[in-house]
């Protein structure tokens, strides 16, 4: 597994995309006023969510699995309990949802290209050529 992607909740988003556009991450998902996802330059991804649309905690964190499948299927075998077992989502990513021993929620995941290059990502280019 590979720890790439945090999801924060937030509660004004205008506010919250400028701070992270002002640390330096780039933003590539654009969806006001519910969601957007920030990429730092060594590729990692940070979402932010609106926090009414997250669960209870604010903070979910997400890690990837290059054969979600068979990993749910070790750590099941190995006693942890999963809040659901592996779905496709709409969004393109294939997901199995639990907890830890806190009920902070976790996320394993199978994106491929979906997570970096959505075919949603902000087109740069063309905003760099409006300016």
Not at 19 to 26: A, K, N, W
Not at 66 to 74: G, H, M, P, R
Not at 76 to 86: E, K, R, V, Y
Request: hydrophobic share 35%; proline share 5%; aromatic share 12%.
């Amino acid at each position: 597994m590979k720890l790439n992607q945090v999801t924060v909740g937030c509660l004004d988003y205008d506010q919250s995309v400028a701070f992270y556009q002002r640390l330096g991450l780039c933003q590539i998902v654009d969806s006001p006023p519910r969601y957007a996802r920030f990429e730092t330059a060594t590729g990692e991804t940070l979402s932010i969510h609106a926090a009414e649309e997250i669960e209870s905690a604010s903070t979910l964190i997400y890690f990837e699995c290059d054969n979600l499948d068979a990993k749910v299927a070790d750590l099941q075998f190995a006693g942890i309990a999963f809040d659901t077992a592996p779905t496709d989502q709409d969004w393109g990513w294939r997901e199995a949802r639990l907890r830890d021993p806190a009920g902070n929620p976790l996320c394993l995941f199978y994106a491929g290209e979906n997570r970096r290059f959505p075919p949603w990502r902000m087109d740069h280019q063309a905003q760099k050529k409006r300016k």
